[in-house]
């Protein structure tokens, strides 16, 4: 089985991964695959993947034909939702404090220039590191992934802060 995998929205993807299963060496006239009418393909047992949730899509007949002989198969789907919770605490949490923290540079008064730079710079330093350590540890694809865009959209919000400090002080 292999799966192509689309991973724009991760980590709040859904992957769709076909299975295809048919004859090689017999044609339809000796040996014919097909789903009971009524019955859909079902797991037995609950498979429990640590980041995923499991399930099972739809079915299909399908035929093969070749210049010898006509080959039947059958088709399932597998649906593996990945489960959002581990970026929600490693994550999206963690950088969403990071960014109401530097908002919190507004309070501190404007003549405070090293407490509210600090404040920011930390900040903005931090989210960069996280950034740099959650892209080590997701699929590496050659477009951007929906986490990336909320890692910038953060560090975009501390960089704001700062540019308003920046004008404020002239």
């Not at 769709?16 to 048919?22: A, R």
């Not at 009524?38 to 079915?59: C, Q």
């Not at 951007?144 to 501390?158: E, P």
Request: aromatic share 12%; charged share 15%.
């Amino acid at each position: 089985m292999a799966c192509a995998m689309d991973f724009h929205f991760y980590p709040a993807d859904t992957q769709h991964c076909q299975v295809d299963m048919k004859s090689f060496a017999y044609s339809n006239k000796i040996l014919r695959l097909d789903w009971r009418e009524g019955k859909e393909a079902s797991m037995l047992h609950d498979i429990r993947l640590p980041s995923f949730d499991v399930g099972l899509g739809n079915t299909l007949n399908f035929s093969v034909n070749t210049s010898s002989a006509t080959y039947s198969g059958i088709r399932f789907t597998v649906i593996l939702r990945r489960s959002i919770s581990f970026h929600m605490l490693q994550t999206y949490f963690p950088s969403s404090l990071f960014v109401i923290i530097s908002f919190l540079s507004f309070l501190v008064a404007p003549e405070s220039i090293p407490g509210r730079m600090t404040l920011c710079m930390t900040t903005l330093l931090t989210l960069t590191a996280m950034f740099a350590a959650v892209r080590q540890n997701t699929p590496t694809v050659s477009y951007v992934k929906g986490l990336d865009i909320w890692m910038v959209g953060c560090m975009i919000c501390v960089f704001f802060t700062l540019l308003e400090y920046t004008v404020l002080l002239k």
